[in-house]
C-alpha cells in the first residue's frame, strides 16, 4: 500500500521565475491551504522566492458568514478572525520561514482609506471594472445558490463588499509588497484590467496585480516499512 502527496507547480500569463518575492493569498477554510497541499506551495514558494508574504484572508469570511449564518456583522467578524488565528496555529510547522500578514493589517494601513475611495470611484464610474465584478458576483450565485430559498438581493450587495474590499486590500497590499502572487485557484479578469495601466484613477498597486496559478501534482509515495513488508 502506498500513500499520495503533492507537489506544486505554477504557470500563468506571466513568468514568475522573473520576481523575486511572491504573495501568497491565504482563503481561510479552504480545503487547499491545509494539509498536504500547503506543505507542497510553501515548499515550491521556499525554493522559488527569495521572499515569501503570505495574505491571511481571514475577516473577509465575515461576509459568507453573514449570508449563510444570517448573523450579525460582529458575530462573523469574531469567528472569522479566530478561525484565521487557529488556521496560522494549525499549520505553523509549514509557515516558519514566512512573512505573515492578516487582512486587518492592510486595512488598518495609512494608506487603505485613500485607496478605498479610489476603488470605489472606479467601481462607480469605470463600466468594464464594474461588469466585471458584477459578472463574478452572478457566476458565484449561479454555481453555488440559484434555484434555492436565499435572498439574491442580500447576496449581491454582501458579495459587492467583499469585492470591494478585497481589490482595496490588495492593491493596499501589492503597492506595499512588491512581486507576484500565486493562489491555488483563479484569479478574478478584475486583474487583467489593471497591470501596467496608467492613469492616475488606477490604485498603484493594482498595476501591480501580476498572478500565477498554483497547481498541486500527485507523487506515490511508498509507506516506510511497506517495501520489506514491516
Known sequence: MSGFNYKARARGKWDWRSFDTVRLEISVGQEYHEGDKLRA???WARKSFKKRVLIVGDAPQRYNMMF????????AYDIAIGAGTAWIERNKQFLHDMEITRWDQWREHASYSVVQKQVTDLYNTDDD??????????????RRYAGGTHDKDEFYALSEQFLLEETSVFAVAYEA???????????LKTWD?????SGDRIPPGLRKAHCARIYFEKKREMIVGQASGG
Open 41 to 43: 506551495a510553501m515548499d
Open 68 to 75: 449563510e449564518q444570517k448573523i450579525s456583522e460582529r458575530a
Open 129 to 142: 471594472f464594474h461588469r466585471t465584478l458584477q459578472g463574478a458576483i452572478s457566476g458565484v450565485w449561479l
Open 177 to 187: 509588497i512588491g512581486g507576484i502572487s500565486a493562489y491555488p485557484g483563479d484569479f
Open 193 to 197: 484590467l489593471f497591470i501596467d495601466a
